[in-house]
C-alpha cells in the first residue's frame, strides 16, 4: 500500500524537482507569460474537459461548491479566532491558513492518488479556492473588493460555463472535447515546474520565531483536514469527490497567498516559509489519508 502510493506522487515530486533545478539554473520558467498561459488557457481547459466527461451532472457540480465553501467558510471562522488570541495580524494571515495550494500542488496529488475519478473534483475545488483568495484574500489584505476582479479570473468563468453547460444539458462535440482534452494536458506538468521554481527562490527569512512558524505551518493541513473530514459527513458527495476534499484541504498554504502579501506589503517573509515549511507536513496529511481511505 505505501509503495503503491509513493509511486503514484514520484512523478509530482520529480517535476517539482525538476523546476527546483530549472529555476535556479536555467531561465527557461522566468517568463511571467507562463504562469498566464496555465491560468488563462491550461487550468479552465482542463476543469471543463474534466467536469464535462465525468459527466458530472450539475446538482452534483454545486453539491461540491458548497462543500467546499462551507469548508472554507468554518476554517475562516476558527483563524480569525486563533490569529485574534495568538496576536498575530488577521489581515495578512487568514487567507494564507484559509486558503490550500489547491492549484498546483493540490490537482496534481488528486489526480496521482484518485486518478480521473478525482481529477474533475479536484479542479472544481480549486476554482472555488481562488475565489477565495480573489474575495477573502485581496479583500483581507487590501481592506476592500471589488467584484469586477472575478470576472477576468479565467478558471472561475470556466467554472460558470461548465454549470451552464451542465444545466442546460448541451451536447458537446467529440472534437471539442478533444481540443480541451488536449490544451488541458499542458496544465498539470507546468503547474508543478512553476512550483518548483518558487519553491527553489524562496527564502525562510528571519528564523527568530521559528516555534510560531512551525505551528501555523502545521495548522494550515491539520486543522483543514479535519474541517474536512466534518463537512464530507454533511455533505452527500459521491466517493471520489469526498475523497478530493480531503486531499486538497490537506494542502500547504499557497503560493499565491506569497504573491497577494507581498502586493500589499504583508510579512512575505513569514509566508514564505510557510509555504516551505508547511509542505512537508502536508505530504505527511496526505500520506496518513491515503491509508485511511485504503
Known amino acids: 500500500m505505501t509503495q503503491a502510493f509513493l509511486i503514484a506522487l514520484m512523478p509530482v515530486f520529480i517535476i517539482t524537482a525538476l523546476g527546483i533545478v530549472l529555476g535556479r539554473k536555467t531561465s527557461y520558467l522566468d517568463n511571467p507569460a507562463l504562469s498566464q498561459l496555465v491560468t488563462n488557457v491550461g487550468l479552465p481547459c482542463l476543469l471543463l474537459s474534466s467536469v464535462l466527461k465525468m459527466n458530472m451532472n450539475a446538482g452534483g457540480m454545486m453539491t461540491l461548491m458548497a462543500a467546499t465553501a462551507c469548508a472554507l467558510s468554518v476554517l475562516a471562522l476558527i483563524t480569525f479566532v486563533i490569529l485574534r488570541l495568538a496576536r498575530l495580524p488577521v489581515r495578512y494571515y487568514i487567507s494564507a491558513l484559509v486558503n490550500p495550494n489547491a492549484g498546483n500542488l493540490g490537482i496534481p496529488v488528486v489526480f496521482a492518488l484518485a486518478g480521473e475519478q478525482g481529477l474533475a473534483a479536484a479542479v472544481v475545488i480549486s476554482s472555488v479556492v481562488q475565489i477565495s483568495h480573489f474575495t477573502l484574500g485581496v ?156
Open 139 to 294: 479583500g483581507a489584505m487590501s481592506g476592500s473588493y471589488q467584484p469586477k476582479q472575478l470576472l477576468r479570473n479565467m478558471p472561475v468563468l470556466s467554472l460558470v460555463v461548465g454549470l451552464l453547460i451542465l444545466l442546460v444539458g448541451l451536447p458537446i462535440p467529440t472534437f471539442a472535447l478533444d481540443t480541451l482534452s488536449m490544451l488541458g494536458s499542458v496544465t498539470v506538468p507546468i503547474m508543478l515546474l512553476l512550483l518548483g521554481k518558487t519553491v527553489s527562490s524562496l527564502s525562510l527569512g528571519d528564523k527568530s520565531h521559528w516555534t510560531r512558524l512551525v505551528s501555523l505551518a502545521v495548522y494550515r493541513p491539520l486543522i483543514g483536514t479535519l474541517v474536512a473530514l466534518g463537512i464530507i459527513e454533511i455533505f452527500p458527495l459521491a466517493p471520489a469527490q469526498a475523497l478530493a476534499l480531503l486531499l486538497q484541504s490537506a494542502m500547504p498554504v499557497a503560493v499565491i497567498s506569497y504573491i497577494l502579501t507581498t502586493k500589499y506589503n504583508g510579512p512575505k517573509e513569514d509566508i514564505a516559509s510557510l509555504i516551505v515549511l508547511s509542505t512537508p507536513v502536508s505530504l505527511v496529511m496526505v500520506t496518513l489519508l491515503w491509508l485511511l481511505v485504503n
